[in-house]
């Protein structure tokens, strides 16, 4: 399965308590996630960060990579890590391919543009902007089932879209202006 959005911000922005440090990325990440993390023994949790950290650096430097790489970065050097790994991805894609069409292609699409996010190595923005602008045009095209079946995979995702500075971004989304920064703080 194609890398998770959720994944890459949970490992671009994983604090030392498992949590996401702003709304975007709050926003990706679903509950079961958090507590896959927070559930690990402490020796697992450092293994499991000093894993984020190379990936991090893979994505910082530009190279594509993967929620299976993450797992099989695993694989060798920490291998009682990589089996829970293994299971968590096994768990994450049986619970996504049991969504409707319209939620696996939203996820689908951020997935895609996560890519272009490090294309050079460095955040792009101006195609980070664009992202948080299609998420919110994206989710309000949905119906109301297929809405709350995204809200339920990502909970958060509403706190995002009721936010005021996100909203202030949806009227005029042209780039990442001080509204989709405060949204990031």
């Given at each position: 399965?194609?890398?998770?959005?959720?994944?890459?911000?949970?490992?671009?922005?994983?604090?030392?308590?498992?949590?996401?440090?702003?709304?975007?990325?709050?926003?990706?990440?679903?509950?079961?996630?958090?507590?896959?993390?927070?559930?690990?023994?402490?020796?697992?949790?450092?293994?499991?960060?000093?894993?984020?950290?190379?990936?991090?650096?893979?994505?910082?430097?530009?190279?594509?990579?993967?929620?299976?790489?993450?797992?099989?970065?695993?694989?060798?050097?920490?291998?009682?890590?990589?089996?829970?790994l293994?299971?968590?991805?096994?768990?994450?894609?049986?619970?996504?391919?049991?969504?409707?069409?319209?939620?696996?292609?939203?996820?689908?699409?951020?997935?895609?543009?996560?890519?272009?996010?490090?294309?050079?190595?460095?955040?792009?923005?101006?195609?980070?902007?664009?992202?948080?602008?299609?998420?919110?045009?994206?989710?309000?095209?949905?119906?109301?089932?297929?809405?709350?079946?995204?809200?339920?995979?990502?909970?958060?995702?509403q706190?995002?879209?009721e936010?005021?500075?996100?909203?202030?971004?949806?009227?005029?989304?042209?780039?990442?202006?001080?509204?989709?920064?405060?949204?990031?703080?």
């Amino acid at each position: 399965m194609i890398l998770f959005t959720s994944t890459v911000f949970l490992l671009l922005c994983l604090s030392v308590n498992g949590r996401p440090e702003n709304l975007v990325a709050k926003a990706f990440l679903n509950e079961d996630q958090v507590h896959f993390y927070k559930a690990l023994p402490a020796h697992d949790r450092q293994e499991y960060d000093a894993i984020a950290e190379e990936f991090r650096n893979l994505i910082g430097a530009g190279i594509e990579v993967q929620f299976k790489d993450f797992v099989n970065m695993a694989r060798f050097k920490y291998p009682d890590l990589y089996e829970k790994l293994a299971q968590r991805q096994k768990e994450m894609e049986d619970k996504e391919n049991a969504l409707p069409e319209s939620v696996k292609k939203f996820i689908k699409d951020r997935r895609e543009e996560v890519k272009s996010w490090f294309a050079n190595g460095v955040l792009d923005e101006k195609a980070f902007a664009r992202s948080a602008s299609l998420t919110g045009s994206q989710i309000a095209a949905m119906d109301e089932p297929d809405r709350a079946a995204l809200f339920d995979y990502y909970p958060h995702m509403q706190e995002l879209l009721e936010n005021p500075h996100f909203k202030a971004f949806m009227t005029k989304p042209d780039g990442l202006n001080d509204e989709l920064l405060a949204v990031l703080e």
